[in-house]
């Protein structure tokens, strides 16, 4: 605690770069970027770690329970032998695109931590533009993915990259317009500027636009029920079918580290981020990522997986005009309402999420199936 | 090179997808060779014989007795069926009358089979949708009660070989009944619990239904039997519409639905293992005392002739032509092969289709591979 | 209104999966919690009796896998059968226990014991004193209702398992 | 309960439209002509009184002079089966006319019979080995392979 104050106070705390540059900022970068990889790799062991018991108990199982106590260095008996594996490249394989991909897919699911804060002015670069940030940032990985899926020269990876990639692309779109209902209410871009604003969490005020950031959040990062890129039953594993050894480790990771960033950027954008009572901020922080990413993994243990046109459809028909419908409501709202009369729109902007749902789901019908031939 | 300005088409061109022998959803080595546009099914094509053990001329080369053990291997998750298929052809051929306590504990031992097999399809089917192995495991887990139960009675789990020319091999033993019961008791509301997990599922409903139809006139066409042709609205079951054993003794009734997709299948299926549930219940109570097994020795040899007898298996008509020649062994045994057979439609069921749905429709047909291949 | 259309049908699927979160596991953890297999079972290996057996060759006939071999010599003196090999070949064997249900005179029993796997083929081969019952091979009550009532009883999920905490 | 229908009475009706189709008739089967055993099949389908549109399964026996090619027929409607019998004597080149026009559900077990026993189903889509590979010698289960 007392080194993370010291950071703290030895710089402006709503700044980027500390006054007293350079030797702050070095300082300060090498602590945060040290921090990040530490945090991304442990809260990647633990989520998978969460995931797998938590799994497991859900479907009356135990799940790993033999290396360390209750089976909690699972992660690293994994990683240890999935690093010990022999690398096995196709003979067809485009032999640079196959080596690169996994790099090009990882590195963005650590460069979004950047301007996550962990508390009040703790976070490596407090950009003005912190959001959009994110948003550029994690469609990278896409390329990544894709990269894996040619490469390979595999009919199911490239099945998968071309799933991946129309997917992201259709998603990105509600996703952001779902961030922008967020960036109305909070009055800036800027991440920790977004979390001082939550004296109520977003996810009152903006009940529709967390339904419509988790579900988009959730198809970005391929969890079920959108997984269509990995889909084992249909295409034995999507992207990274042709990887082995380190390679696939660095898959592995990028799918919980960006389970992870997701997670964080729920709780930032719409659960207060490290706000909360009694417990230091960074575990309140810690808490409420493990709490989303207990989510998905809950939904992922009961959903069946939705089908590519499907998928599609229910991006571009109801989640975008829904999130269309969602920012010129909350713009209203925030162009009519004084800052007093805030708590009107709990009540308000959930009747409305209710209505438009029903409404949506009365009126809309997944795919339409088969095509003549 | 002139630019076509009217209509500026992308050239694409179909490829062939090559599914099997070893997918994670082809249950077991079935290979299909897919022609796809795109994530469109135009055309497929099956490709057999992986796991092809040559079992009907095994069997001219085995005591009547002695091939019982390899009907356990035809469709391995449901062996007390083909065991009981193949001995009441036997018994056709020689003239064999089975003792009435028998006969009940055959159709205990059918029935729990059914269910057992109607949570494996069920639950393998909502794996191929998609539902993380959950359902899978639920179902599982019940089914692992039922083969607890046959591995009481028959010494082992998976293959059986329980029942004998003339009866039964052992008779069950007396934990038997009280465990069955428990059984009986406690599984309708597990099977309630299945329906809520994922019955009314939106994802599932916007995948299964409507999606890979086969028409009552092409079902019957085709051969298909079992659940599949009563989820396309025929009312037809071989425990009804030729009673055999003693099914004219109990009560059930025989779901069907109408639309033949994939969700009236799953849905049939939930609803049998109701019914089949009712059957047990009432062999349990009207089961009589006595011997299990009719005087017959252990090589059996029937006279010359011909006989033809079917079931109705979980998977569908479970039939065995057995030709003799007066000697120990038959002179020819053929398998009426259920999955085969109701895999026949599979081409037209998927075609226009995407990729997802041709394993969702392959995952709905429950075929299992060593009836398939032989 | 019905909410059949409106993601209530996820909603219940969600209760069913968190409420087994609270329910105890249906797994066991198998080499230190056994399990006791039932009282019939068609372990691995047969168990023969050197005493018991006559030598008819019963057994090998009615072997659908071919497995048993048996050949015996004439004891005149006596006017019996001498066995003079007695050999199984378990790596044929289906465990169907035909053997064992055909043996007129009770020499033959199916094993209890069920990890007894080999590394090489060839030890699966088994001839004379090796298919005795001994401490690491006691044989089952398949066709042996009297051995069948001094095994434990067979550990049954159904019983075992209280689903509710 | 399903009626077995005696294969004299229907060879009574048959007899008359296909003179000659019939070889042999008994309480359990018919036994027709290779030649008109298509003609008799959609018969048996097409005339509403039988109404055979469930096809259960065909098979082959081999009886060392000749093949047997067993068809056992249902009707869902009239609850009523039959079972067809046609024969070739041909070893060599045994052929039959294909019934995948009639009843779809022949069009595995056709090719399978082919496979094992080696009787070709002329005007079948796709007469093509099914189990074994392409140039296995031989047909399994004949009586003469070993």
Redo the contacts between chains.
Sequence with gaps: MAIVDLVINTQHPLQAVPPDWPGGFWWHWLFFTVVLIVFVLVMVMAVIYIERRGMGRMQSRLGPNRTGPFGIFQPVADAVKVLLKENIVPTNADKLVHWLAPVVAFAPALLIFAVVPFQNGALLADLDIGILYVVAISSVSTLGIFMAGWGSSNKYSLLGAMRNVAAIVSYEIPLVLAVVGVVLIAGSLSMNQIVLAQGIPFILLQPLGFLIFFIAGCAEINRSPFDLMEADSELVAGFHTEYSGMKFAMFYLVEYAEAVAISAIITTLFLGGWRGPVLPPWLWFIVKVVIVFFVMVWTRTTLPRIRIDQLMAFAWKCLFPLAVINLLITALQVLTLSQDLIWVMIPVNIAIMAVLVLLWSKFFKLGWGRVEV | MTIETKEMMLRTEPFVLNFGPVHPSTHGVYRMRATLDGEVVLDIEPV??YL?R?I??LAEQRTFTGFIPLTDRLDYVSSMSNNLAYVMAVEKLAGIKVPERAEYIRVIMAELQRIANHLIANGSFLNDCGAYFTPFLYMFREREKIIDLFEMVSGQRLTYNYMRVGGVSQDIPDEFLPALAKFVKQMPGKVDEYDRLLKQNEILLARAKGVGIISKE?A?????SGPILRASG?K?DWRR???YSIYDRFEFDIPTASDGDCYDRFRVRMEEMRQSLRIVEQAMKQIPAGPVRAEVPHIVRPPAGEA?V?IEAPKG?L?F?L?SDDSIAA??C?V?PTS??N???LREMVRGWKIADLIIIFGSIDICLGEV?? | MKFERYGIGIVKGLTVTISHLLRHPTVSQYPEQRLNVSRRIRGNELIWSREKCTGCGTCAKTCPQGAIEIVTSTNLAENKYEVEKYQVDNGYCIQCGLCVEACPYDALYMGYSFERAKYRRGELVQADDMLLESAERPASGYFHPEIAQKLPRQTLLIERITEKR | ??VALSGGEVAGQLEEKFPGGILESDQNCLVVKGDSLLGIASFLKDTPELNF?????I?A??YFEYFEV?Y?LTS?EH?HSL?VKARCYDRDNPALPSVVGL???????ER?IFD?MGISFDGHPNMKR????EGFPGY??RKDYL
Excluded: S
């Design positions: 057999f014989g092809h040559g009907e001329k092409q019957v066409n085709c051969g298909i025929v037809w519409a030729d009673p033809y079917h008509e039939g032509y030709v002179y020819r053929h009426r085969l057979i895999l026949t439609a291949d032989r | 309960m399903t549109d469930y096809l259960n399964y098979t026996v081999d067993i056992q869902l609850n079972v009843w779809q559900g022949a069009d595995f077990q399978e094992l099914i189990f074994l590979w399994p289960l």
